[in-house]
């Protein structure tokens, strides 16, 4: 098994630029989450899904937006992107419906200019 | 919202000794704390849980115990190795989400 992974592994995007983070889970866990990483300020969740074609704001969800339309993806969107999202994305998934540990995938290393 | 405080920010051991790191939240309703490691690089990975019918569980040499009376959950680490310097975070559950602490930076001093 795979596990969670996630493409790109890097990216370098200008301001206004789009783009698509896309995660992928082959342990047929019903949620999947995206979450951003700061120097300081921990692992903050920007969406989340408990299901697909489910999908849910998280702490910091201005600026992105996700879609869930087959269970093992989970595609995060950043429609014009600004240098306030340069960060680590990891995106996450667990088996759903009692709390139990959360998988992370490698994450993606943006930088917008 | 819930938030969950951790403390201290970042925190060096000499090798062998003891650490602890403490968290704090305010929700009486989160009944899961779990903790995570995270190496330089790497991606976060879970090290220890423990549920809110329990006030503390052992594996091997990290410990975590709660006290939901008072709001908070520490982890324990003895007998501290270099392979223990990671960022860990706590976390606890809210609704369907799960919250995490801003991390502990642990370095072993050799």
């Known amino acids: 098994n795979a596990g969670v992974t996630q493409t790109p592994k890097f990216r370098v995007l200008k301001t206004g630029q789009s783009m698509t983070l896309l995660c992928a889970q082959d342990m047929n866990h019903e949620y999947m989450y995206w979450y951003r990483q700061d120097p300081g300020m921990g692992l903050r969740l920007i969406h989340y899904s408990v299901g697909e074609g489910t999908t849910a704001k998280g702490e910091v969800p201005d600026g992105y937006n996700v879609s869930r339309l087959k269970k093992q993806n989970f595609l995060l969107g950043l429609e014009s992107a600004a240098p306030s999202q340069t960060s680590v994305y990891f995106c996450a998934s667990e088996r759903g419906h009692t709390y139990n540990e959360q998988f992370f995938g490698p994450g993606t290393r943006l930088t917008v200019l | 919202g819930e938030n969950v405080e951790q403390h201290p920010s970042t925190l060096s051991v000499q090798e062998g000794d003891s650490a602890v790191i403490k968290c704090t939240y305010s929700?009486?309703?989160?009944?899961?704390f779990p903790w995570y490691k995270q190496e330089l690089g790497k991606r976060p990975q879970l090290i220890i849980d423990i549920r809110s019918n329990v006030g503390e569980k052992k594996d091997q040499r990290i410990a975590v115990t709660l006290n939901k009376t008072a709001k908070h959950f520490s982890l324990h680490i003895t007998e501290t190795q270099p392979e223990d310097s990671a960022v860990y975070f706590c976390?606890?559950?809210?609704?369907?989400?799960?919250?995490f602490g801003k991390g502990t930076r642990l370095h072993i001093l050799p």
């Open positions: 976390a606890l559950n809210r609704d369907d989400k799960i919250i």
């Open positions: 929700d009486s309703a989160s009944n899961y």
